[in-house]
């Protein structure tokens, strides 16, 4: 069974930073990409940066410039440092991974309990 446990959200200034974390645990082959959503009150849950196995990045637009996205993969854990907060990335954020699991040709999807980032302005 895998797990993937998210920490390092909380309440900050407009302006401030914050960086989350997520490490996958359990049995399993290998991580292939790793990525954080966040989700606002009453939307739909958005990607946010994708990191890729071969290190190939990927980010919403809204975040370019201020958010890095990065992996330790000794770790099996992904980061998202977010720099130059503002109130409109308020939200509850999720990590995923896509995992191949030992024994099996097929990856899975899997997500994060969710952390929240507020942003006071």
């Known amino acids: 069974q895998v797990q993937m446990v998210e920490s390092g959200g909380g309440l900050v200034q407009a302006g401030g930073s914050l960086r989350l974390s997520c490490a996958a645990s359990?049995?399993?082959?290998?991580?292939?990409?790793m990525a954080w959503y966040r989700q606002a009150p009453e939307t739909q849950r958005t990607l946010v940066a994708t990191?890729?196995?071969?290190?190939?990045?990927r980010y919403a637009d809204s975040v370019k410039g201020r958010f890095t996205i990065s992996r330790d993969n000794a770790k099996n854990t992904v980061y998202l440092q977010m720099n130059s907060l503002k109130p409109e990335d308020t939200g509850v954020y999720y990590c995923?991974?896509?995992?191949?699991?030992?024994?099996?040709?097929?990856?899975?999807?899997?997500w994060g309990q969710g952390t929240q980032v507020t942003v006071s302005s």
């Open positions: 990191i890729f196995s071969s290190g190939s990045l």
């Open positions: 995923n991974a896509i995992i191949q699991l030992q024994g099996s040709n097929s990856y899975n999807n899997y």
């Open positions: 359990g049995t399993f082959f290998k991580i292939d990409s």
